[in-house]
């Protein structure tokens, strides 16, 4: 089945600094990932999209200079949060799916999530 | 703006009852429905519904989609300890670049079963 790997897994860091997280794909090319964020007790809230060798779209609401987006390769893609505060501080959980296939969508997998936490 | 709603929001049921859980969307552009499992970390994948009325089966779990009425479920017999975590559907809609889906979530259904 399809890997995501993401890492870290937990950041813990001081209020002001800038925290980058990486996602990628182990066994399969992934031209769009997708960031999302999940507030305790709450579901995943898709931040964006991120697009190889393209600027990632982002959703109603997000930052885009707040939440920096790099998607360099076929199976890498990076956020950074910058700047980041205590109300910044979530589970930030990334995704990527393969290629369609014959004109059909396929399953977005996950990777593990990041726990951030901004002191 | 894209919904889905489920229920119930959580569930206690006892090692061996049978659950059904439900989904219901109102997307714009729909692609699929996926069904997600959720415990301690980050989602992992169920089943992924297309067409209407086909059931997919995996072991003990088992879903269908109906697109008339919006709407899905997802059933698990014979329920088992390991079963208990969050159960989270997603649609997903052709995403503003037109190629992969972006997915809207539901808050998810808590299931707990217990000895």
């Known amino acids: 089945g399809a890997v995501v790997s993401q890492h870290p897994s937990r950041v813990i860091c001081k209020s002001g600094t800038s925290v980058k997280i990486e996602c990628r794909s182990l066994?399969?090319?992934?031209?769009?990932m997708f960031w999302y964020r999940q507030f305790p007790k709450q579901s995943l809230m898709l931040m964006a999209t991120?697009?190889?060798?393209?600027?990632?779209?982002?959703e109603q609401g997000v930052e885009k200079d707040k939440f920096l987006i790099n998607h360099a390769s076929l199976t890498l893609s990076t956020l950074t949060v910058t700047s980041a505060h205590p109300e910044d501080s979530s589970f930030y959980i990334c995704?990527?799916?393969?290629?369609?296939?014959?004109?059909?969508?396929?399953?977005?997998?996950f990777g593990d999530g990041t726990r951030l936490s901004i002191l | 703006e894209d919904k889905v709603v489920q229920s119930p929001l959580s569930l206690v049921v006892h090692e061996g009852d049978t659950v059904t859980l439900n989904c219901s969307y109102e997307?714009?552009?729909?692609?699929?429905l996926l069904w997600y499992k959720q415990e301690k970390k980050a989602p992992t994948f169920l089943f992924m519904l297309?067409?209407?009325?086909i059931e997919k089966k995996s072991g003990r779990l088992s879903s269908i989609l109906d697109k008339k009425e919006l709407s899905s479920i997802l059933n698990i017999t014979a329920t088992q300890t390991g079963d208990s975590a969050i159960y989270l559907c997603?649609?997903?809609?052709?995403?503003?670049?037109?190629?992969?889906?972006?997915?809207?979530f539901g808050t998810g259904t808590r299931l707990q079963v217990t000895l």
């Open positions: 991120s697009n190889e060798g393209s600027k990632a779209t982002y």
């Open positions: 297309t067409s209407s009325g």
């Open positions: 995704s990527a799916s393969r290629e369609e296939y014959r004109g059909r969508d396929q399953p977005q997998h």
């Open positions: 997307v714009t552009n729909f692609r699929s």
């Open positions: 066994d399969f090319q992934a031209t769009t």
């Open positions: 997603a649609v997903g809609t052709l995403s503003n670049t037109g190629t992969a889906s972006k997915l809207t």
